[in-house]
């Protein structure tokens, strides 16, 4: 069974910086793409980035040039390093992966992060 475990989450001031990390039970090779989503309440939750198993990345516009998504895949471990964090930042976010066929989609729990002003 496909395990993702977010953590690094927490509460950080505007203009801060934080990191996420999502370690996979597995080998991330498995994987077609990984990436991060978020939820805020009364919001829709939104893809905030992607990497996919070649290597390429995108970003939600709100983020883009704030955030960057990596991987280490000798740590089956996704990232995500945000900078100049924003209050509309506020959100659970989760780690997410999709399969090589590109038909399931897995899911960790979530971890909070709270951007104070």
């Known amino acids: 069974q496909v395990q993702l475990v977010e953590s690094g989450g927490g509460l950080v001031q505007a203009g801060g910086s934080l990191a996420l990390s999502c370690a996979a039970s597995g080998s991330i090779f498995s994987f077609n793409a990984m990436g991060w989503h978020r939820q805020a309440p009364g919001k829709q939750r939104e893809l905030v980035a992607r990497i996919s198993i070649g290597g390429s990345t995108n970003y939600v516009d709100s983020v883009k040039g704030r955030f960057t998504i990596s991987r280490d895949y000798a740590k089956n471990t996704l990232y995500l390093q945000m900078n100049s964090m924003k209050p509309e930042d506020t959100a659970v976010y989760y780690c997410?992966?999709?399969?090589?066929?590109?038909?399931?989609?897995?899911w960790g729990q979530g971890t909070q992060v709270t951007v104070s002003s």
């Open positions: 997410t992966a999709v399969d090589k066929q590109g038909i399931r989609r897995y």
